[in-house]
């Protein structure tokens, strides 16, 4: 017997209430919120142990794995990180005084800038990094690697890609 959880309540509620829709549709969307709000907060709790939010913990991460010399355009971090140039520069701006990036002028642009991850941001993020994989294994522990698969497939058909 399969447990109905407060999704497929509302489901059911649904079914009820209008029979004449098919709201199949919100028990996989509302399941997908769920996870994500779910993962999101664990995710965000971890970040805030090392003092980053998810967006600056993103831009480290970006910076760390374009490799030596740790460092990228803005444009292109904002394309790393896929947000827009006004949150990354707002995410530079917090990581740069925190010290754990620098903003230099562009060699070849002198209107471009380029972000560069410092010594203590590498440490920082060599750090976290490990801790970040280690609870998205804990999160994702009750499927199989068969089952983890398959939903990585499944979600990439959804975003196209």
């Known amino acids: 017997m399969v447990e109905v959880d407060r999704v497929g309540t509302f489901v059911e509620q649904w079914r009820r209430e209008r029979p004449d829709l098919d709201p199949s549709p919100m028990a996989v969307i509302g399941r997908m919120r769920r996870v994500s709000d779910d993962f999101s907060a664990a995710l965000v709790e971890n970040y805030r142990r090392y003092g980053i939010g998810e967006g600056e913990f993103d831009v480290l991460c970006a910076l760390r794995r374009?490799?030596?010399?740790?460092?990228?355009?803005?444009?292109?971090?904002?394309?790393?990180?896929?947000?827009?140039?006004?949150?990354?520069s707002k995410r530079v701006d917090r990581l740069e005084s925190a010290g754990l990036v620098s903003r230099h002028l562009q060699a070849d642009d002198g209107r471009g800038r380029v972000?560069?991850?410092?010594?203590?941001?590498?440490?920082?993020?060599?750090?976290?990094?490990?801790?970040?994989?280690?609870?998205?294994?804990?999160?994702?522990?009750?499927?199989?690697?068969?089952?983890?698969?398959?939903?990585?497939?499944?979600?990439?058909?959804?975003?196209?890609?």
Do not use: C, W
């Open 66 to 88: 374009a490799g030596a010399p740790f460092a990228l355009n803005q444009g292109d971090l904002a394309e790393h990180t896929m947000v827009t140039a006004g949150a990354t």
């Open 115 to 161: 972000v560069t991850l410092s010594p203590q941001g590498r440490r920082l993020i060599d750090e976290a990094y490990p801790e970040h994989l280690q609870l998205e294994e804990q999160l994702l522990s009750p499927l199989s690697r068969n089952e983890r698969t398959q939903l990585e497939a499944l979600l990439r058909k959804l975003v196209g890609g």
